[in-house]
């Protein structure tokens, strides 16, 4: 089991959840942040403190967003990037999955 980020955090990318991970496992795409399901401990230290609401144990997921369970394992396969072992060293990819990728922007006003 695993935490997901879903859509509240496209556009958004507030990285507080970032700051407060013990193991280094939300990686940042060009439009969205990434848990990677094989690194995170299930500690649960990244869902209060997103301000937007966007993460969610794998089981809580809303049905609207199931989806992004997918695309939050999928990302890391896309380019090979596999389990690199931290986010901090990898840095910003410098990409999305395409379901992201495909979505129009969403703070617009």
């Not at 990686?27 to 990434?34: M, N, V």
């Not at 695309?71 to 379901?99: K, M």
Request: net charge negative; with cysteine; charged share 25%.
């Amino acid at each position: 089991m695993t935490y997901v980020i879903a859509k509240p955090c496209v556009d958004v990318k507030d990285r507080a959840c970032v700051d407060e991970c013990p193991v280094d496992c939300i990686y940042e795409g060009d439009r969205t942040l990434y848990i990677h399901p094989e690194e995170c401990v299930d500690c649960g230290a990244c869902e209060p403190v997103c301000p937007v609401e966007a993460i969610f144990y794998e089981d809580d997921l809303p049905d609207e967003w199931s989806q992004y369970y997918n695309v939050n394992v999928e990302f890391f396969d896309i380019r090979g990037l596999g389990s690199p072992g931290g986010a901090t060293q990898t840095g910003p990819v410098g990409y999305d999955h395409p379901f992201v990728e495909a979505l129009p922007p969403q703070n617009e006003n």
